[in-house]
């Protein structure tokens, strides 16, 4: 049997440039930001948000980005300048929103490295931990959606999420179809691609956000050897041995709750606020179970706070015998699918020809 490492993540998600106030006197190994790092993608929020990991005490702090983050992914930012009518002023656009790049190249800047911040493009990541935990794990950041936001795909066109099967942790800005993506409008908005992909590689850990009424995480029980063309929530999860940790259901009153239910959830809430977080350390059986949360930290009102997750797995140990740490890293990387940004100045590509 594999030897392993206990791993503690911090989990959070959809911060939308706000300045949230996380759990004090904290240490974890890697923290995870799952997108929508802002509300308006302004250089104003990305700097918010970067102040706001910098205040994080792990070494290792992954980010993908957002549907909100639109300057993250120039197509869209290119798009949407092109569309505005009438045509934005450069200036301003460059003051509020920076030139094509500016936003990505923040996170790779000089002060973001020394302070243990990646920013993850979309594929498989492998990460030696100061530790002594090899985490591999896969990274996207696209929703299905109609409308005209960042890392967005058409509903009918699908989307391919190519994660392989012996990775330990997904993260996603949103969440698959049928877990924890149940929205106020009574539908469920998560994605069919992406719970197939995440059944075929079934990590120990998916965390996404972006629904922010689905907040809490549930322990996936997996029915295994489910064809590819039946694989959806009714089918795949065997409800009867899952276990949903929290929700927003367990938390807020609702109409037909009894009085002293009310004061139970009153209760718990309370405890949890007081705390600053919510605890998954649920064992998980690889291959057969799947820790599921979403860390949606911004909560359906605007002023409403939600709850990061502290989460406790157990990593395979890393065949490194060499150190993985220094004054200018966090962690030795590989880097399987995807790109790597490298860049120690803030550049950017000009909104107009120079």
């Given at each position: 049997m594999e030897e392993t490492v206990a791993t503690r993540f911090l989990v959070l998600s959809d911060t939308h440039g706000d300045d949230f106030h996380l759990p004090s006197g904290q240490t974890y190994d890697v923290a995870i930001h799952c997108g929508d790092l802002t509300e308006e993608s302004k250089l104003a929020?990305?700097?918010?948000?970067?102040?706001?990991?910098?205040?994080?005490?792990?070494?290792?702090?992954?980010?993908?980005?957002?549907?909100?983050?639109?300057?993250?992914?120039?197509?869209?930012?290119?798009?949407?300048?092109?569309?505005?009518?009438?045509?934005?002023?450069?200036?301003?656009?460059?003051?509020?929103?920076?030139?094509?790049?500016?936003?990505?190249?923040?996170?790779?800047?000089?002060?973001?490295?020394?302070?243990?911040?990646?920013?993850?493009?979309?594929?498989?990541?492998?990460?030696?931990?100061?530790?002594?935990?090899?985490?591999?794990?896969?990274?996207?950041?696209?929703?299905?959606?109609?409308?005209?936001?960042?890392?967005?795909?058409?509903?009918?066109?699908?989307?391919?999420?190519?994660?392989?099967?012996?990775?330990?942790?997904?993260?996603?800005?949103?969440?698959?179809?049928?877990?924890?993506?149940?929205?106020?409008?009574?539908?469920?908005?998560?994605?069919?691609?992406?719970?197939?992909?995440?059944?075929?590689?079934?990590?120990?850990?998916?965390?996404?956000?972006?629904?922010?009424?689905?907040?809490?995480?549930?322990?996936?029980?997996?029915?295994?050897?489910?064809?590819?063309d039946d694989q959806t929530h009714f089918t795949a999860i065997d409800n009867d041995k899952s276990v949903v940790l929290e929700n927003l259901a367990g938390l807020q009153s609702r109409k037909f709750d009894t009085p002293e239910r009310k004061v139970q959830k009153a209760t718990k809430a309370k405890e949890y606020t007081d705390r600053g977080y919510c605890l998954a350390a649920e064992t998980i059986e690889p291959g057969e179970e799947t820790l599921c949360v979403n860390a949606a930290l911004q909560g359906t009102d605007d002023h409403q706070m939600q709850l990061p997750w502290i989460v406790k797995l157990h990593l395979p140990r890393s065949r490194s015998s060499m150190p993985t740490h220094s004054s200018s890293a966090t962690m030795k990387r590989k880097l399987s699918v995807g790109k790597e940004g490298a860049s120690k100045k803030i550049k950017g590509e000009q909104l107009t020809p120079e």
């Open positions: 929020e990305f700097e918010a948000c970067l102040k706001l990991l910098c205040t994080i005490d792990a070494p290792l702090k992954l980010v993908i980005g957002g549907n909100h983050d639109f300057t993250l992914d120039t197509p869209m930012f290119k798009r949407k300048l092109d569309e505005h009518s009438p045509p934005l002023e450069v200036e301003l656009v460059r003051r509020e929103y920076g030139d094509f790049g500016h936003a990505r190249a923040l996170f790779d800047a000089e002060d973001a490295r020394e302070n243990g911040i990646v920013f993850l493009d979309e594929g498989t990541h492998q990460f030696e931990l100061q530790h002594g935990a090899r985490l591999t794990l896969y990274a996207s950041p696209f929703t299905p959606s109609k409308s005209d936001w960042a890392f967005q795909y058409r509903p009918a066109e699908g989307h391919t999420f190519d994660m392989p099967e012996d990775v330990d942790v997904v993260v996603t800005h949103g969440p698959p179809k049928g877990i924890m993506d149940y929205t106020d409008a009574r539908y469920r908005a998560g994605c069919a691609d992406l719970f197939s992909a995440i059944y075929r590689s079934r990590p120990q850990m998916h965390c996404f956000g972006h629904i922010h009424e689905g907040w809490g995480a549930k322990k996936v029980h997996w029915r295994l050897g489910i064809p590819e």
